[in-house]
């Protein structure tokens, strides 16, 4: 926030005081902000009460800040002082803004592989933020979801995680990575989450990767999972409290952050389910719907940025593909094999009305400079949003572009075929984008992370890739870069790195 900003640690107090294990005893952890690295310009001091009941975890609220400013963080208890995290308000409502950068990840599966991502997003020094799109950390037990069927490194407590002690020792166990250590303490977080934090493919009443009953009552999982993410994430949201929210940048951005897991419909059978077009079926509940079409048609800050768990373009199956080729793409989209019809309905192409709803929104209302900024997808994407897919490019045009970064770890299509990268992916995605016209990019077997540069004149992505995601230390390298020309509503291609 221009005034604020939320500060996180955990402590362990206590030799038993362990993730998880309700022990150890109510504590005061101190906390200080500074103007410097130094500590020499203390601006806002304090202590937060803490215990077995929140896990340990602390989150303080820091206030009366500078807006547009860095700030270096500590926390104290008794003569331990924490590692120094450096962090930033936004810019002041309404004030100019002329350059803004992010950092933009998803889909960090631990046992896949190491998060080379965050160190190199870390060392860059020049990020206002991160936004974690979710798949921050997944459900399974060693060796459910993995590297190419190899454990890199296993998952802790050895078990799915149903109950809040295993979300909280799962938590833990992420928070223990030495290069998601340092973009914490490099940068602000924004986080919304998406299925993996609670369970495979989650909707309001359940799960795929859930069996209610035997797993206890999917009410009760999704409200333990909500508590451990309230407790070790930096955000505003607390149990029983609304995930999705705006933050404004100056007059520059505004960033509507969606949570698309709590209120949405089950899934549809597949895509050619006429559930898929039933108007009474949604994925962001009324209340969030409306909500995202105000701030889509307010007419405050220039860019319309959604931060958005899942692909929301339009994509159709193309009839070209092999069998071994659709059951590749069925299996990482966990979509359908019916050629023509959407192939993923668990994201916005399974819930027509409101794809068609914010579509028509963005149209009817002349809405410019509106991007979605997306991951869960294990691949990079640059769209354009067609007014309507059958027209486009022609009478139907552009409405809104859509910038998908790719997976931290998580398994894409080259992993999932067992193929070498760059291989078969590539017929797949010439295959999709002959068929989606308005697909400009997709790289279905690369990880990495994304940057995203936003000024008045346009917003630019661009994508780095890992080497190797199972070797601690991987290097990463520039892959490509789009950017979106303020009131064009169109991705094209640009040249160098940011
Ligand atoms: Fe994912």
Known sequence: MPGSVLLWTRVTPTPDALPGSGAGPDISVGWEVAADAGFKKIVARGTAATGAARDHTVKVVAGRLAPASSYWYRFTLGAAVSAVGRTRTAPAAGAPVDHLKF???SCANWQAGYFSSYRHLAARGDLDAVLHLGDYLYEYEPGGYQARDVVVRPHDPAVEMTRLEHYRRRHAQYKTDPDLQALHAAAPFIVTWDDHESANDAWKGGAENHTEGAEGAWRERFAAAH????????????PGGQLYRRLDFGSLASLSMLDLRSYRDQQAANGADPAVGSPARTITGA???????????STGPQWKLVGNPVMIAPVRVPSTLSTAELSGVQKLMGGTSISGVPYNVDQWDGYEADQHRVISHLRDNAVKDTVFLTGDIHSGWACDIPADPATYPFTGDSVAAELVCTSVTSDNLDDILNVPPRTVSVVVENAIKAANPHVKYLDFDSHGYSVLDITPAGVRMDWYVLAERTSAGSGSTLSTSFKVQANTGKVTKAQGGI
Do not use: F, I
């Open 287 to 297: 209340a969030q719907m409306n909500w995202l079409l105000g701030n889509l048609k």
């Open 227 to 238: 508590q451990a993410y309230a407790e070790w994430m930096p955000v505003r949201y607390e």
């Open 103 to 105: 950092g933009v990840v």
